[in-house]
């Protein structure tokens, strides 16, 4: 793990109220896996007082790239930062995605703000050889859909879902994954109750499923046990941490 003080590239918005920041941390840019996240803290600031977890979006250069939801006092920080602009950051941390790059066909399911690991993946898979890699992404509305265009320039075959029909079909993304029966393994990372219904289809239709979860975390690296997660075992369950056992689980281990 690396603990570092970066510069802010750039900080623009993507959609409403989500933004893209590109951080110069080349050290991590070397090393970081899709699927692990990062640690970021505004220096000087105590409130909040401890780090918040982000995904890695993308990897561009020597820069590393986070897609974040504006919604408490450190992404409205965040929100509020330019070029020039430092932050401190540590990672990389958790497990990462698994390597797919030997499969035909790799099916990605994102909710909300759930597409922000995924990017930086596809781009992965593609160059290792998987033949297609399909996102389906469901939001509440158009106007929260956030890199469509670059999951699209990357060769992501995108399919969309809003709540209210004003993008893609109406009803919510695991209704179209239901519908269209794509080609497994499946990767989702959504809200928690998303991850219950693709779980549910995957098992329903004998489909390989792993589940990025969006746990809360107050350290990052297994310390405060906070982001603990419930997974079977063979004498019944136990608690692993989700930020180092996980984030990226494979969807039989989870308890419901």
């Known amino acids: 793990m690396l603990q570092l003080t970066v510069r802010v590239i750039e900080n623009v918005p993507l959609a409403e109220r989500t933004w893209r920041i590109r951080l110069d941390a080349e050290p991590i840019a070397r090393c970081i896996r899709p699927g692990q996240f990062l640690m970021l803290k505004v ?26 939801l504006v919604v408490g006092k450190m992404t409205t920080l965040l929100a509020s930062l330019r070029q020039g602009g430092i932050l401190e950051v540590w990672g990389p941390l958790g497990n990462g995605f698994p390597d797919f790059g030997n499969r035909e066909h790799v ?20 160059k290792a050889g998987t033949k297609r890699v399909a996102l389906y992404y469901g939001i509440r509305t158009a106007n929260l859909a956030a890199g469509v265009s670059d999951f699209e320039e990357a060769g992501v075959a995108v399919t969309l879902a809003s709540d209210d029909g004003t993008l893609g079909e ?70 692993k941490r989700t930020c180092i056992d996980g984030p990226v689980f494979n969807s039989l281990e989870l308890l419901d």
């Open 43 to 68: 220096p000087g600031t105590t409130d909040p007082l401890l780090g918040r977890p982000f995904a890695l979006y993308d990897i561009v250069g020597d820069a590393i790239d986070i897609v974040y």
């Open 107 to 126: 099916t990605l399911i994102a909710g909300g703000i759930g597409q922000t690991p995924f990017l930086a993946y596809a781009r992965a898979l593609l």
């Open 170 to 239: 109406k009803g919510f993304v695991t209704d179209l994954v239901n519908r269209d029966r794509p080609s497994g393994p499946w990767i989702a990372c959504g809200p928690e109750p998303m991850l219950h219904a693709v779980r549910r289809l995957a098992s329903e239709q004998s489909v390989e499923c792993f589940v990025s979860l969006e746990t809360p975390m107050a350290c990052g690296f297994g310390i405060c046990f906070s982001c603990v997660t419930r997974v079977k075992t063979a004498d019944g369950w136990d608690y």
